[in-house]
């Protein structure tokens, strides 16, 4: 059976840093990603990796989020610094055997149980 368990969400100050993190279980995956969803929003692409470690980001994290894998163990990150109020939302990791658009929520087959993020001014 596939899991995707998320931690280390939180409250942090605007400027402030978390670290999520993801632990998959069950299978390994090519692609690997991580989206958010603020309340009344569309859940959106935050940044993914594939498995030689090649990285996407969205525009609006972009020089401020670094997401990282081990393949080994089979865990997922997402250093979050510089951290914004904009950037509050649940946080979603997502994997797939294998993506055709990175960015893109339905390429995911794997979802996490989502992980709360709140910046505060």
């Known amino acids: 059976q596939v899991q995707l368990v998320e931690s280390g969400g939180g409250l942090v100050q605007a400027g402030g840093s978390l670290r999520l993190s993801c632990a998959a279980s069950?299978?390994?995956?090519?692609?690997m990603g991580w989206f958010r969803q603020a309340p009344g929003k569309e859940r959106e692409f935050v940044a993914a990796?594939?498995?030689?470690?090649?990285?996407d980001y969205s525009d609006s994290v972009q020089g401020r989020f670094t997401i990282s894998r081990d393949n080994a163990k089979n865990t997922l990150s997402l250093q979050m610094n510089s951290l914004k109020p904009e950037d509050t939302a649940v946080y979603y990791c997502?994997?797939?055997?294998?993506?055709?658009?990175?960015?893109?929520?339905?390429?995911?087959?794997?979802w996490g149980q989502g992980t709360q993020v709140t910046v505060s001014s």
């Open positions: 069950g299978r390994t995956f090519v692609d």
């Open positions: 997502a994997a797939a055997p294998i993506t055709w658009n990175r960015r893109s929520p339905s390429q995911y087959s794997y």
């Open positions: 990796i594939g498995w030689s470690g090649n990285t």
